[in-house]
């Protein structure tokens, strides 16, 4: 071999090594982010997941996702979460089903250095995550709370409520914050149980879920035939409540508010079906969380505390003196099937 060929062939072989050196490198240098919801199917999540998937894609991260077989499915998350800090992910961003049995899964993520960021709903308690990010929930309960209140225009409030399940901070906000804007005494945003009142003639556990709904409010009407404020946990519950309502000839006499903002639920605002819901924005959770979940693998920095990711009224009528967006407008900022 010439002295010439040698050195050719030293070249390309250091050209080489630089060259998968580099690769190795920029794929260290791509930031895991794992995403995990209640769910796979539920429109909600599947549009966090997209935004996600897009926040991940403009800030060159790589995205993991999972989701439990149903509300209240902690054994999926566990496993999922598990999974992705061994896949190498270095922030969890966490839609928690169980916010009390998630925390012991959490906290060896979090002894392993995986920042973790709850989304939507909180841990109990809420410091076993970094940060979270979410809907303000009691807000969204006040802000419908307020707008039956002015609705019912001085009528006595014969209330039933289709709540999540006991015991989760997001069914416990929605309900009290609700409470609060009807003007009844109610918990403050920090707990985690129903309140109870007079007005509130009969409760029913509808897991978010329309058949449950409709069979919650088909029990309450028995006990109560006189209802006229029907408050839903989101918009399948109080499509459910609707149907119900129908079926016995009374869907004319009773306003129904929820929260979720989804484009399904903002039809049936728009349809009379649902008096008003509060409006939440997942889109904007994911973002936020996977950007911060970037920032972490590159810079070290945590975020921490709440951050209020936005929430609106969205009403088919005004009402003088409450704050509410009408519905075109919630239809341009709706998830879901439009």
Not at 31 to 38: D, F, M, N, S
Not at 73 to 91: H, I, P, R, Y
Request: charged fraction near 20%; include cysteine; proline fraction near 5%.
């Amino acid at each position: 071999m010439n002295r010439n060929r040698f050195a050719a062939l030293a070249s390309l072989t250091s050209v080489t090594t630089l060259a998968l050196c580099a690769s190795a490198a920029m794929a260290q240098d791509v930031p895991v982010i794992g995403l995990i919801t209640k769910t796979e199917t539920n429109p909600y999540f599947v549009k966090m997941k997209e935004g996600a998937a897009a926040a991940a894609k403009a800030k060159g991260a790589k995205l993991l996702t999972a989701g439990g077989k149903a509300d209240g499915d902690n054994a999926s998350q566990v496993t999922a979460l598990e999974n992705m800090v061994a896949a190498g992910a270095k922030t969890i961003l966490l839609v928690p089903s169980d916010s009390k049995a998630i925390v012991p899964a959490v906290k060896k993520a979090r002894d392993k250095g995986v920042l973790v960021i709850a989304l939507d709903s909180p841990t109990d308690p809420t410091e076993a995550v970094d940060a979270l990010f979410a809907t303000n929930n009691y807000r969204a309960g006040v802000l419908i709370g307020q707008y039956a209140k002015a609705a019912l225009g001085g009528k006595a409030p014969v209330i039933v409520t289709l709540d999540l399940f006991p015991g989760h901070p997001v069914g416990a906000q929605r309900h009290n914050g609700f409470m609060n804007g009807l003007g009844l005494t109610a918990p403050d945003a920090k707990s985690n149980e129903l309140g109870k009142s007079p007005e509130i003639a009969c409760m029913a556990d509808s897991y978010g879920d329309q058949a449950k709904g409709q069979t919650g409010m088909e029990n309450c009407l028995q006990r109560v035939p006189t209802v006229n404020l029907v408050y839903a946990i989101n918009e399948p519950a109080a499509a459910g409540a609707y149907n119900a309502l129908k079926k016995a000839g009374k869907e004319k006499g009773v306003i129904i508010v929820a929260v979720d903002g989804g484009c399904q639920g903002v039809k049936d605002v728009g349809a009379g079906k649902i008096t008003a819901t509060s409006q939440q924005y997942p889109l904007a959770m994911a973002r936020m969380g996977v950007e911060a979940g970037v920032e972490f693998a590159r810079t070290g920095k945590k975020p921490s505390g709440y951050t209020d990711t936005g929430v609106a009224l969205i009403a088919d009528k005004a009402i003088d003196g409450v704050t509410s967006l009408p519905v075109a407008k919630g239809q341009e900022l709706c998830w879901g099937n439009k």
